[in-house]
């Protein structure tokens, strides 16, 4: 499943658009989400041009020489999402309503409020998607077993990163858990490796 970049700099675009202040924090989450997806494609990129040199039956020797590689562009991804996670939870907002009570996003009034949430969620949708997508192509050719030290921190990590929007957004955004959940579900995964 592929997104256009494109749709993605359209919906992006957005949080321009939002003039009040206090607004400010949701716009800071929708470009550091931006910019996360934008670094997480170089890597998955970089991933996905070795795995191209490889097939399910290459040699273990040919695998054994890529598997250093894959490695390190994941630990690169997860070092991404980690930083991102950091920068947002660092935005936590002095103006954070005094009753910090978790909402739906259906029943958030403010329409320019909503549609940042939106676009948050468009975002991590993406993110997951990508990085996903590239943990199964890695995984069709070396197996699960050689990658879980690479790919265990990152669904880690990308499931610290969907709290971090949630507090500072003071939404739940179940359907991106949902979707992470499934798709790790499909690999035979969980998140952090918990349970495996
Ligand atoms: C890498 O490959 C995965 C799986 O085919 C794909 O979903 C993802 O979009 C690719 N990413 C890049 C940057 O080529």
Redesign the pocket.
């Known amino acids: 499943m592929?997104f256009s970049a494109f749709s993605v700099c359209a919906l992006a675009g957005l949080s321009a658009a939002g003039p009040l202040g206090d607004l400010n924090r949701r716009a800071d989450v929708v470009s550091l989400l931006t910019d996360l997806y934008a670094n997480v494609?170089v890597y998955?990129?970089a991933i996905?041009a070795t795995l191209e040199t490889l097939s399910p039956s290459s040699s273990v020797i040919e695998k054994t020489a890529a598997l250093p590689q894959v490695g390190e562009a994941f630990n690169s991804i997860n070092t991404a999402i980690k930083d991102t996670t950091s920068s947002i939870s660092e935005l936590t907002p002095e103006d954070a309503p005094a009753e910090p009570e978790k909402r739906s996003v259906g029943v958030v009034a403010h329409p320019v409020e909503k549609r940042q949430v939106d676009t948050a969620t468009v975002l991590l949708t993406l993110i997951i998607i990508?990085v996903v997508?590239?943990i199964?192509?890695a995984i069709a050719i070396f197996g699960v077993a050689a990658l879980l030290i690479y790919i265990n921190p990152v669904t880690g990590s990308l499931a610290a990163l969907i709290l971090a929007v949630q507090l500072i957004l003071n939404v739940v955004l179940s359907s991106v858990t949902i979707l992470l959940n499934t798709l790790l579900a499909g690999l035979a995964l969980t998140i952090g490796g918990l349970g495996a």
């Open positions: 592929r494609q998955t990129g996905n990508e997508a590239t199964a192509g």
